[in-house]
């Protein structure tokens, strides 16, 4: 290996997965469309094995990196920025599990077991250094922070599908309980203490994520439309549109791999979309889902294609 590729392994960020999970939730909007569409799965199997491919290839770069610069992975995760997206690990293996759901059952039990428990881990982990280590200052807060402790409202997606519906209440609590506690100090940090730095400005779309999410989950975890989950469907579509109102000044943000973070809350609030149409059966719905699919498609094919040129003009994986 020369100095070149070994300094970009020693730089090659954890945040790398943020794409895992935007290609994968794209993979889980385009399956809701071509089924309540009778479109042929041919557009959501391409995304679903993208996404595994990219994971297999992210995870096999980090481990090297974790072999041969490990003080540079343990700065990662003690960083007070950088250690709220180790968890996109986790949550990558648990989305996964989603897409493999009614492809392999087998293997999308494996993925979300081993996601799960992970994910759990990683969330003590973080919530250990938040209450224990002093380096924390209001600067750092970001949405980003979601990421940790509101990702386990993902497990019960697939999780009623593998183990006892307590275990998926379990993570579903968890993730609930957070997201509004993390949300007013976040809010606190954006309004009063300004603007975050341009590299963490795509992070604001992670707001749309856990009201998004958190409806699906309630959904397969009680089975109807009830007026909760009418209030966290209509939270994340008034993020959305809070969000896209701003479009002028996020699309004036220079690149930076943190512009994976539009991706999976453009598709989560897609997904809500379609699942909000199929239990109620009203069309509005349905043309937001659609809407809100063409613009997460094309959102994401514009970041993928800005990353690979990014990563042929050695953009990324450099020091910062």
Known sequence: MNA?????LAHFPVSWFAAVMGISGLALAWRRAEGI???TDITSL???FLASALFIAFAL?????TLKHRAAVIGEWRHPIRINFVPTVSISLILLSIAWLPLDRDLSFVLWAVGSVVHLGLTLFVMSQWMH???FQIQHLNPAWFIPVVGNILVPIAGVEHA???ISWFFFSLGLLFWPVLLAVIMNRVIFHGSLPERLMPTLFILIAPPAVGFISYIKLTGHMDAFAHILYHSGLFFTLLLLT???Q???VKFFLSWWAYSFPLAAITVASFVAFEHSGATLFLKIGGVLLALASTVILGIFLRTVTGVIRHEICVEE
């Open 4 to 8: 070149a590729t070994n300094s970009r």
């Open 37 to 39: 569409l009778g479109l």
């Open 46 to 48: 391409a995304l679903t």
């Open 61 to 65: 770069i980090y481990s090297a990196k």
């Open 133 to 135: 280590r002093d380096h």
């Open 164 to 166: 006892s519906i307590e």
């Open 246 to 248: 701003q479009a002028r």
């Open 250 to 252: 996020f699309l004036r």
